[in-house]
């Protein structure tokens, strides 16, 4: 690789912070000083010049008292000290020194051994100076017959170097290495060869290729990579090429290198749209998820199978593919199963939906057993979430779908799945009576608050019999336990009591036992009685003991609606006898919250079960239909609005207008066709490198970090790509001086860190030069950026000069993307996470909606809240927010606003993550645009 790269130098950091040896002192080193002193010596001189000194008189003792050694460690250094020193005068011509530095070169080149040899031919892939390479050229031709392999792979890289930068030394150089490559054993040999002719002779690499077709399955990963590579351009460039060669590529699908069948089947993809094609390739990509253990490169291959999913052309492939892709959800990393759920359910069709709910319900009766996967409750929620989703798209397959959903009330999913049965209620009509009495039989083991009360609301308004209103009314008495709550309660209590002091004496067994010598012995104990048993309460007398009477609300209700619909269909008796029972236990439930037994009830479940009373005292046919009519059409509403907001976005893109020109590829001559390689056009839609970005946005990324008075100017640009950060400083020399040893010193506050240290420079009088560094980032928290600049005057004595540049703040907006999650993950993740930032609402905007679009666009976060909620005029606006940042993190805000009478807007934005770093950053930059707004 590194002969098809720009010259680069090897960076030497100096761990020494003691004063710098004279050159005297070096000089006496390295003419009269033993083995470890002469390398010792040599290390300093390497150091002082990648600092900026130059050491000309350093050159010719070197020559003398170095060179002429055979010790490897000293050759080792001498070929860095060769690559670094100038080897040109001011006036561009070469020293007259190099050509006693070229004879060893060519000494070096026929050395016996093969290190020096190989590690000679690498040094000179750097080389530049073709007067050095001339001469040495019949010594590298040699090399590529040399036995041993590093010799002759080395050879190749220093052959494709020289060939490529000066083509007239060695114009017969693509030849030689054919010839080489048909007769070279050695797979890192070949892997250069075949690199080389790629690069500079297209023709003669597709011979090769085409003599060892049938070979190439034996091949090693990279040469097979290298094949992978020359195919895709050729095909791409020549389309009649491709039926010859697209059979490599096929039968590579087969290799026995992971990174080899990704790129087949990238590439075969790419080249081919016929549907076998297609299908092969998912079954390679899948099989690649299976086999492959690290979870970044499931991630990855299933990124591309949703690409392909993207694509029209390629989505029906898929859509027979799905039963193979849902093997991937054994996987043991959530994150793995619940994208391959995500791409799996996109695919849904009237041809696969019976299978894939068929496999996801086996999935969830093996998830309910016990199992070692420890997010298994996650797990089974997502399996039913995925259930609910097949089952709405495809109402077919609900019938099979829901009952074994109930069974599942009692579980940590039981949220997802009565939010699925209450809509299959409404959507399903001829299954109700059947849901209806499953719902009722399992209505006993539903533990959780929230399940309760959806479950009251679909039994009473969905049961509609006179069987169905009795079997329900019975059904809720079951679940309330014995009547009125307070009297047994009480009456139980005093049970209990009384046992507790009359406790019962000891009682004394006795027991006759065998010895261990077969005789007869008596054994006696004294039993103490057993504490009372109490008996296990039933699970909605259980929610109202502790003191959660909002289900005693819901309750109410459902009681109220079922009464009141018996009563449109029987006669007086009986319709008076279900009031009855119904008012019996709301007031029970009144009399429970009032008692003092439990925690007092709040006023509003309170005020609700008094209305419900009055409604049943006082039927009125506006309180029916209040009750009976427009509560399901606020539902039905709901739902539409639910199924609207769920449309796919529209694919649809303007490939090419009416009045645009036809081009037919086939018609074209050679010259006239784009010269631009497709692979890359590929490599650029793949990684969104083709993206323009506008002058503006780039201008927005340059910091400026020194004044324009300055000696030394310098602003950088700062380009963010994920977990890196990209410094390129323009730095600039103002005055009429030469600085040597100038550095770009930089420090990080936050969670980032310097890869590694800027290489030093030197600057002419008005020069520039650009200088790079890497910055890895941890985690989403606004880190800074900050250092200086130092270097010398050439010919000054005075100390060093610095120029503290400016900080550079890393935006947090950089790392944060709009997300969306369930209203039941937001609530899960709200209380869960610990870190609370709150922040004040200061603003001079006067909309509330307005002031909410200012709050996403500058946040980078998603309104959870619906649109329809957020509509009309109102004084008061609260509404739910989340993002997600790439290093997965979690970021939740909730937003309450109120309008003043003077128009003003109050109220706070409070924000909640696992980490303290992404709510600190998030209320900062609120406040910082909150700030901004107000200033414009």
């Known amino acids: 690789k590194m002969a098809t790269e720009p010259s680069c130098y090897t960076v030497i950091t100096d761990v020494d912070d003691s004063e710098p040896p004279s050159e005297q002192q070096l000089r006496a080193d390295l003419e009269k000083g033993d083995l470890r002193t002469k390398i010792s010596a040599l290390k300093r001189v390497i150091l002082l010049l990648n600092q900026g000194e130059r050491l000309p008189s350093l050159l010719m003792v070197i020559i003398r008292f170095v060179l002429p050694q055979d010790d490897h460690t000293l050759k080792k250094l001498l070929l860095l000290y060769w690559e670094i020193i100038p080897k040109t005068s001011p006036d561009g011509k070469l020293l007259h020194e190099m050509i006693l530095v070229c004879d060893a070169y060519r000494k070096d080149l026929q050395s016996p051994n093969e290190f020096v040899r190989g590690s000679t031919l690498r040094f000179l892939c750097k080389l530049k100076e073709p007067e050095l390479i ?143 094609v297609v299908s092969a390739a998912v079954s390679c990509y899948t099989d690649l998820i299976l086999k492959e253990s690290d979870n970044n490169v499931k991630l990855i291959v299933l990124d591309r199978l949703m690409n392909l999913k993207n694509s029209a052309n390629h989505e029906r492939v898929l859509q027979g593919s799905v039963m193979d892709i849902l093997r991937v959800v054994s996987a043991s990393d959530l994150q793995v199963r619940r994208k391959t759920m995500e791409l799996c359910l996109g695919l849904l069709s009237n041809r696969n939906a019976a299978e894939v709910a068929g496999f996801l319900k086996k999935e969830l009766t093996k998830s309910s057993g016990e199992g070692d996967f420890e997010k298994m409750e996650e797990y089974r929620q997502l399996l039913v979430r995925s259930l609910h989703t097949c089952g709405v798209k495809f109402p077919d397959t609900a019938p099979s779908i829901v009952p074994q959903l109930m069974e599942f009330l009692s579980d940590a999913a039981a949220a997802d799945v009565i939010v699925f049965v209450r809509e299959a209620f409404e959507r399903m009509p001829h299954l109700r009576s059947e849901m209806l009495a499953q719902l009722l039989a399992n209505f006993g083991n539903i533990r959780a608050s929230k399940v309760s009360r959806a479950a009251l609301w679909i039994i009473g308004e969905y049961a509609s019999t006179a069987e169905d209103i009795k079997a329900a009314v019975q059904t809720f008495k079951t679940a309330l336990g014995a009547l009125p709550i307070v009297d047994t309660e009480m009456r139980a209590a005093a049970d209990i009591a009384a046992a507790e002091a009359t406790p019962e004496e000891a009682k004394v067994v006795t027991r006759t036992r065998i010895t261990a010598d077969g005789t007869y012995a008596t054994e006696s104990s004294y039993v103490s009685p057993a504490a009372p048993i109490q008996a296990e309460k039933p699970a909605l007398r259980k929610l109202l003991l502790d003191g959660d009477f909002f289900v005693g609300a819901s309750l109410a209700v459902a009681l109220t609606k079922l009464a009141l619909r018996y009563q449109e269909g029987n006669n007086n008796s009986d319709a008076n006898t279900v009031k009855a029972e119904a008012m019996f236990i709301l007031a029970s439930v009144v009399h429970l919250g009032k008692s003092g037994l439990v925690a007092q009830a709040d006023d509003d479940s309170l005020s609700r079960i008094t209305v419900c009373v009055r409604v049943l005292a006082e039927p009125s046919p506006a309180l029916s239909n209040l009750f009976l009519a427009q509560c399901q059409a606020a539902f039905q509403s709901m739902l539409a609005s639910l199924q609207e907001a769920d449309k796919p976005v529209s694919k649809d893109v303007v490939a090419a207008q009416a009045d645009d020109l036809i081009s037919f590829r086939g018609l074209k001559s050679k010259e006239e066709q784009s010269v631009e390689d497709q692979f890359d056009l590929d490599l650029k839609q793949a990684t969104g490198s083709d993206e323009k970005d506008s002058a503006t946005s780039k201008l927005n990324k340059v910091f400026q970090l020194s004044g324009f008075s300055d000696p030394v100017y310098a602003e950088a640009y700062v380009h963010v790509h994920q977990y890196d950060i990209l410094l390129d400083v323009l730095v600039v020399n103002q005055t009429a001086d030469t600085l040597q040893g100038l550095t ?109 679009d200012h709050l996403l666009a500058t946040t980078n976060m998603r309104s959870l809240t619906p649109a329809s909620a957020l509509q009309g005029d109102c004084d008061f606006l609260a509404a739910n927010l989340y993002a997600r940042s790439v290093f997965g993190e979690d970021a939740l805000a909730n937003v309450s606003l109120e309008k003043m009478p003077d128009g003003q807007i109050t109220g706070q934005i409070r924000i909640r993550s696992k980490t303290q770093g992404i709510a600190l950053s998030l209320g900062d930059k609120i406040t910082y645009t909150q700030e901004a707004a107000s200033a414009h």
């Open 744 to 852: 770009l010193e930089l420090a990080t506050h936050g969670d980032l860190k310097l890869t590694e240290k800027p290489s030093v420079h030197t600057l002419g009088p008005h020069d520039f030069c650009s200088i790079t560094a890497n910055v890895k980032v941890s985690s989403t928290e606004t880190g800074i950026i900050y250092g200086n600049i130092v270097y010398d005057v050439s010919g000054s004595s005075s100390d060093r000069n610095v120029v503290v540049l400016n900080d550079i703040h890393i935006d947090i907006m950089d790392y944060i993307t709009p997300a969306s999650c369930t209203e039941s993950e937001f609530r899960s993740m709200w209380l869960d996470f610990e870190w609370v930032n709150t922040v004040p609402v200061r603003t001079k905007i006067t909309s509330l909606r307005a002031y909410l």
């Open 134 to 276: 001339e001469p040495l050229i019949p010594a590298i031709r040699e090399n590529l017959s040399h036995r041993h392999y590093y010799v002759r792979r080395n050879a190749v890289l220093a052959i494709f170097s020289i060939y490529k930068h000066f083509e007239h030394l060695i114009p017969d150089a693509p030849e030689l290495i054919h010839n080489l490559l048909e007769s070279e054993s050695d797979a890192s040999c070949k892997r250069n060869a075949f690199m080389m002719l790629i690069s500079v002779d297209q023709d003669r690499a597709l011979d090769y290729l085409g003599t060892c077709i049938d070979q190439v399955h034996t091949f090693n990963e990279i040469l097979q990579l290298f094949i992978v590579e020359l195919v895709h351009k050729v095909c791409r460039t020549d389309p009649m090429k491709r039926a010859k060669f697209i059979r490599v590529i096929h039968n590579l699908l087969e290799s026995s290198s992971n990174a080899v069948r990704y790129e087949a089947a990238g590439t075969l993809v790419s080249l081919l749209s016929a549907p076998k």
